[in-house]
């Protein structure tokens, strides 16, 4: 549930406060916009774009600033929890991975092994 806050450094001015739980099976897809803020408040949270070859994985307590408009895919798999401040209320949405995050590292081989077949040819 989102809530106003101000940040202590006056250069940002309100932000809007929202706290996901995230889980393995499901990614959080959500639209931010530059100078967005996304801290792990518990967890390891895995923050990925698609298209976007660049992961980011936040600990406890880390912090990431949003450096351009996109659509993060939030997911974890040690029960994390986020907490984003924005500007603007962030519509995120739930994501059912098809199989969750234990079967990406199959599915991430098997695309290598095909890329590598694709480029000797």
Not at 1 to 14: E, K, R, S, V
Not at 27 to 35: A, C, E, I, Y
């Amino acid at each position: 549930m989102p809530t106003d806050c101000l940040l202590p450094h006056a250069g940002f001015g309100p932000f809007t406060a929202s706290e996901w739980d995230l889980s393995p099976e499901h990614s959080l897809m959500l639209p931010v916009q530059p100078g967005d803020l996304l801290q792990s408040t518990r967890g390891t949270v895995w923050i990925t774009v698609d298209g976007d070859p660049r992961d980011t994985l936040l600990a406890t307590g880390d912090l990431h600033t949003v450096g351009e408009r996109a659509v993060l895919r939030l997911s974890g798999f040690d029960a994390p929890r986020v907490k984003v401040l924005s500007r603007q209320p962030v519509q995120a949405r739930a994501w059912r991975d098809t199989q969750g995050w234990r079967h990406w590292l199959p599915m991430a081989r098997a695309w290598a092994h095909r890329r590598l077949q694709a480029s000797a040819i």
